[in-house]
Nanobody, 122 residues
Framework: QVQLAESGGGLVQAGDSLSLSCAAS????????MAWFRQAPGKERDFVAH????????YLADSVKGRFTISRDTAKNTVYLQMTDVKAEDTAVYYC???????????????WGPGTQVTVSS
């Protein structure tokens, strides 16, 4: 069992930067691939980024490539999402997720955090 807890969301202005954190706990939490998803009101949950177990490989959605960075501190079992040049369309609840496999599909993820709200004002 893995527990995930996101933090760092809030209200920012377009063009600002924001950093989200996801602390993972539980046995073997460090063995999971980790990802960020987001869900805007009335929309489906969309893939944002994922990172390998050792943090050496990352993949980002085209919509955030060049603006967002995903990273991982394996010693702290924490995954980060550094967001720069945020836009109004980045407004959503951001979720951290853990999976035993690399995937961009929400259904492939085994564990989820409760989410953190990011609101970007234009």
């Amino acid at each position: 069992q893995v527990q995930l807890a996101e933090s760092g969301g809030g209200l920012v202005q377009a063009g600002d930067s924001l950093s989200l954190s996801c602390a993972a706990s539980g046995r073997f939490a460090f063995t999971y691939r980790m990802a960020w998803f987001r869900q805007a009101p009335g929309k489906e949950r969309d893939f944002v980024a994922h990172i390998s177990r050792d943090g050496g490989r990352t993949y980002l959605a085209d919509s955030v490539k060049g603006r967002f960075t995903i990273s991982r501190d394996t010693a702290k079992n924490t995954v980060y999402l550094q967001m720069t040049d945020v836009k109004a369309e980045d407004t959503a609840v951001y979720y951290c997720a853990a999976s035993s496999a690399i995937s961009v599909r929400p259904d492939d993820y085994d564990y989820w955090g409760p989410g953190t709200q990011v609101t970007v004002s234009s």
